[in-house]
């Protein structure tokens, strides 16, 4: 059966079909409503009170997640979006599986030997608040605007856009605006906490939905020798049609990033000991490595099959091209969850910023001041979902390539070398980062990624205040 680029999609789904796709937000709303009652329940226990504060519980579950839900909570919220990763994957073969994968994985085990238990013990609940014991309060505030700025779920609002869009006959803009509505509605209530919970469901979905499509491929076209034979030999080079220099800057953002990303500190602050939140990590990666298999395999089979088809939906539709009744419904199940598990965290996240660290909404009730602070974030990512116009590689390397290269060196010097980095220094180095990777984007001299300038500028900045501050200090003395 072949599918326009234009077809609605739901008008091909049969009985099974359907019932499978709408259990997959049926048991999303249950998982939340479930959390919401362990919530309410944990409040009229003794112990509840005795807890370090209200936010404790809120933003990190108590810090009783336990290692399955640490595990399927912390793959399905990392991995994101698989309309983004298999696009990439349908354009640059496995280029995907190297840059979205491999680089990621060095950052994962370097995390989990280095870091894990180290800021455990600092009693800390976010981000900011772990920039705050290591360098000071400025800081912890600036790093909580980026913060807000770098988890806005803007990527994911795109995916859930381009999956509403291809389901029925929507506008991207309409698309976008019906996802954030439904992740807003459901997020509103049971913290964390339920997020945790509907994460788990989401875990199965994606994985049930994701290996039923190769696996199905496999039987009906053929492995290896297929797609070489029917895909460009580019979709075989590690650095696709890109420069080794442009490829390599996914390592350099995997590890920056992970070693920054507030969704990675809230699993580990959550987690039940050091020992889960270690284990947990590295379990995480096996799972990580099989599904970015999957995804990539499954854009490799999109591009041999349907080689002129829209990058942005073309493995979707190559995928319900090929799946008999009731798969149909679950890939599409699949989809949503690998959507719905980051959109609601980074929602969260985002949200709890704007609320816990910036203190911009103050209200006497946690729910009132999370609806706010939800409402202005889903404002702001809808706004920047429509910018990007459904460019996932730009968006990612936009927003993950500034908030990494204006956070790296600070943090990393500043946690393993106390003292080094001042609250001026830390500031002034942002602030140079920032403005140097705008005017390299706006100019550029030369072909070399705006990433690699904002880390030069970030490392040689803070040298520099160090040595002015020593320099000072021996003048003084």
């Known amino acids: 059966m072949k599918l326009s680029q234009d077809t609605a999609v739901w008008t091909l789904l049969d009985f099974w079909d359907c019932v499978i796709f709408l259990s997959t937000l049926g048991l999303t709303f249950l998982s939340v409503l479930y959390g919401g009652f362990l919530k309410k329940k944990a409040q009229q226990t003794e112990n509840f009170a005795a807890q370090q504060n209200t936010w404790t519980d809120h933003i990190l579950m108590g810090r009783q997640l336990t290692l399955p839900l640490f595990v399927s909570t912390l793959v399905a919220t990392w991995y994101g979006d698989i309309l983004g990763v298999t696009q990439i994957a349908f354009q640059h073969g496995i280029y995907t599986f190297v ?13 989990a030997l280095f870091l894990a238990r180290s800021i455990r013990k600092m009693d800390v609940v976010t981000f900011p608040d772990l920039l705050l014991k290591l360098i000071g309060t400025g800081p912890a505030r600036f790093s909580a605007i980026l913060v807000f700025l770098k988890t806005l779920p803007v990527t994911y609002a795109i995916g859930v856009g381009i999956f509403l869009k291809t389901l029925f006959p929507l506008s991207f803009p309409m698309a976008v605006f019906i996802g954030l509505c439904f992740v807003f509605a459901y997020t509103l209530f049971g913290g964390f906490g339920a997020i945790v919970f509907s994460d788990f469901v989401q875990f199965i979905f ?25 895909c460009p030999s580019s979709h075989f080079s590690l650095t696709g049609s890109f420069s080794v220099l442009d490829t390599f800057v996914w390592f350099f953002i995997g590890i920056s990033t992970t070693f920054l990303n507030p969704t990675f500190y809230q699993r580990c602050l959550s987690a039940t000991s050091d020992k889960v939140a270690v284990r947990g990590i590295f379990i995480s990666i096996l799972f990580w490595f099989g599904f970015d298999v999957c995804t990539t395999l499954i854009g490799l089979y999109a591009k041999a099959n349907l080689p002129d088809a829209n990058p942005l939906n073309a493995s979707l539709m190559y995928c319900l091209q090929i799946l008999p009744s009731g798969l149909k419904g679950l890939f599409l199940g699949s989809v949503l969850a690998t ?21 911009f909404v103050r209200f006497k009730s946690k729910f009132s001041s999370h609806l706010f602070s939800s409402l202005i974030t889903g404002t702001v990512t809808f706004g920047v979902a429509l910018l990007y116009e459904g460019n996932f590689e730009m968006a990612w390397r936009m927003i993950k390539g ?42 550029k001299p030369f072909a070399l990624d705006a990433f690699y300038v904002g880390q030069i500028l970030s490392l ?15 003048q003084r003395t």
């Not at 680089?103 to 370097?110: H, N, R």
């Not at 790296?408 to 140079?432: G, Y």
């Not at 040689?460 to 021996?474: P, T, V, Y």
């Open 339 to 359: 959507i719905l598990s980051t959109l609601d965290s980074f929602l969260f996240i985002s949200s709890t910023t704007l609320s816990y660290d910036l203190r």
């Open 206 to 230: 994606m994985y049930a939905g994701i290996v039923s499509v190769v696996v199905v491929s496999f039987f009906q076209f053929g492995g290896v020798e297929y797609l070489t034979g029917h």
């Open 99 to 111: 840059t979205q994968g491999i680089f990621w994985y060095f950052s994962y085990i370097l995390f």
């Open 402 to 443: 500034f908030f990494a290269a204006c956070m790296f060196f600070p943090f990393i010097i500043s946690f393993f070398k106390p003292h080094f980095v001042t609250s001026q220094s830390f500031t002034l180095s942002c602030l140079c980062v920032f403005t140097g990777m705008i005017l390299w984007n706006l100019y």
């Open 460 to 474: 040689g900045s803070l040298i520099i205040f160090k040595q002015q501050d020593q320099r000072m200090r021996r």
